[in-house]
Nanobody
Framework: QVQLVESGGGVVQPGGSLRLSCAAS????????MSWYRQVPGKERELVAG????????NYDDSVKGRFTISRDNAKKTVYLQMNRLKAEDTAVYYC???????????WGQGTQVTVSS
């Protein structure tokens, strides 16, 4: 059973930091590229960052470049999103995502709320 469980969300002040974690199970984690998306009510879910299966390459949306870092620990079957210098515009539900690969569809976690507020 594929599972992606996000944690680490919460309320933080502008300029603060949070580290999101996504614990994966039910599949061979090290064979899949992973990504983080976020969604605000009324808006389309958007890609925040992605990372290749071995963690050798990553990509970021322009809005978070230089502030967010995606990483993974394949031994722990966990992908992380370190978020620094958070802005109010970063407020969203953040979702962990397994990229579609090997003929299998993508898979979503349940999401974790990040609220950046004074």
């Amino acid at each position: 059973q594929v599972q992606l469980v996000e944690s680490g969300g919460g309320v933080v002040q502008p300029g603060g930091s949070l580290r999101l974690s996504c614990a994966a199970s039910g599949f061979t984690f090290s064979r899949y590229a992973m990504s983080w998306y976020r969604q605000v009510p009324g808006k389309e879910r958007e890609l925040v960052a992605g990372i290749s299966d071995a963690g050798r390459s990553s990509n970021y949306d322009d809005s978070v470049k230089g502030r967010f870092t995606i990483s993974r620990d394949n031994a722990k079957k966990t992908v992380y999103l370190q978020m620094n210098r958070l802005k109010a515009e970063d407020t969203a539900v953040y979702y962990c995502h397994r990229n579609p690969q090997y003929g299998l569809s993508g898979y979503w976690g349940q999401g974790t709320q990040v609220t950046v507020s004074s």
